[in-house]
């Protein structure tokens, strides 16, 4: 069973930056495509940005410009650095394995607990 756990959130001005991690075990994570997800209160978890195991990304197009994933193999972890937040950036990260076709995924059915950004002045 795969284990993730989310850290790196918190509260930032507008214009601020952050760097989320997240780490896995119990999985043989170098070979899995990774993805970042956020839910806000009241709205749908979005996915926000993919990394694939050779480094290939994918982003939402609210987060692209501003968001770069990345991911270090030797370490389990990928991470999610954020720039330029905006007030609309607020929510709750999550981090998952996806599987299927690009640009087609499903996340894993393990969730971590997530970690908050809070964006605001």
């Known amino acids: 069973q795969v284990q993730l756990v989310e850290s790196g959130g918190g509260l930032v001005q507008p214009g601020g930056s952050l760097r989320l991690s997240c780490a896995a075990s119990?999985?043989?994570?170098?070979?899995?495509?990774v993805g970042w997800f956020r839910q806000a209160p009241g709205k749908e978890r979005e996915l926000v940005a993919v990394i694939s195991s050779g480094g290939r990304s994918h982003y939402a197009d609210s987060v692209k410009g501003r968001f770069t994933i990345s991911r270090d193999n030797a370490n389990n972890t990928v991470y999610l650095q954020m720039n330029s937040l905006k007030p609309e950036d607020t929510a709750v990260y999550y981090c998952?394995?996806?599987?299927?076709?690009?640009?087609?995924?499903?996340?894993?059915?393990?969730w971590g607990q997530g970690t908050q950004v809070t964006v605001s002045s």
């Open positions: 119990g999985s043989n994570f170098r070979v899995n495509t």
């Open positions: 998952n394995l996806l599987s299927g076709y690009w640009g087609t995924w499903t996340p894993g059915p393990y």
